[in-house]
């Protein structure tokens, strides 16, 4: 079955790098996503990966996936105040039509 | 490009009251999804349509909630009659269906609608 966890609450300094971590348990994942949430506002996707790949750098934001353990991280670099919202990693489980779990969600509060 | 539209963006009612839900997803977008999202929790799926048909309601209370997809496009979520553990944010996403090599099966989302059951 599906499951993705993660921590709910991280809080950085402005200027400083913040590390979401998010662990799955389906191996037959295809694609690893993470969304973004701001307040009274729907989901945005911010980055994805394909699960074939290791590491993705999108400008300051760097996605790592370690298949072996399931786990996947978002590394944002130079967190600024406009980074603070609510970050859900997820899951695409392909076949014959994508299904989509998102995990908890994990609170990024940046300090000004 | 309009985005998806979901309405009302907020409804309060009394429990075993009933409410509606509408949804209007990006055109073209042959899959739609209604997630439920409780506070402080990870949007949970109720229900997965691929055109008109369903595909996965697996998690869905079919004694009280049900939904449809009109001719493929618009959907409504129905609950009836509602409890109090379905306040909650109903949020409404479509896509263009599976992820490729070079489209990773994007969901985009509608701005929600917040339920409370009182």
């Known amino acids: 079955g599906e499951d993705v966890e993660q921590s709910l609450f991280l809080s950085v300094r402005e200027g400083d790098s913040s590390v979401i971590n998010c662990t799955y348990t389906?191996?037959?994942?295809?694609?690893l996503y993470w969304y973004k949430q701001e307040p009274g506002a729907g989901l945005q996707l911010l980055t994805y990966i394909f699960s074939n790949m290791d590491m993705k750098q999108d400008q300051r934001l760097t996605v790592l996936l370690n298949k072996k353990d399931k786990h996947l991280s978002l590394r944002i670099a130079d967190t600024q105040t406009g980074d603070s919202a609510i970050y859900f990693c997820?899951?695409?489980?392909?076949?014959?039509?994508?299904?989509?779990?998102f995990g908890t969600g994990t609170k990024l509060q940046v300090i000004p | 490009e309009a985005g998806v539209a979901q309405s009302p963006r907020y409804k309060i009612i009394e429990k075993r009251q009933s409410v509606a839900f509408w949804c209007n997803p990006i055109?073209?977008?042959?899959?739609l999804y209604w997630y439920q999202q409780i506070l402080g929790q990870g949007p949970k799926l109720l229900i997965q349509f691929q055109n008109n048909g369903v595909v996965d309601d697996s998690q869905l209370p079919k004694d009280r909630f049900s939904a449809e997809r009109l001719k493929g496009v618009d959907s409504t979520l129905k609950i009836q009659p509602a409890k109090l553990e379905d306040s909650a944010v109903y949020l409404c996403?479509?896509?263009?269906?599976?992820?490729?090599?070079?489209?990773?099966?994007?969901?985009?989302f509608g701005e929600g609608s917040r339920l409370t059951v009182l």
């Open positions: 996403a479509s896509s263009l269906g599976h992820g490729t090599s070079s489209s990773p099966g994007e969901l985009f």
């Open positions: 389906d191996s037959s994942s295809t694609y």
């Open positions: 055109s073209g977008h042959a899959t």
């Open positions: 997820a899951e695409s489980i392909g076949g014959g039509y994508q299904k989509v779990t």
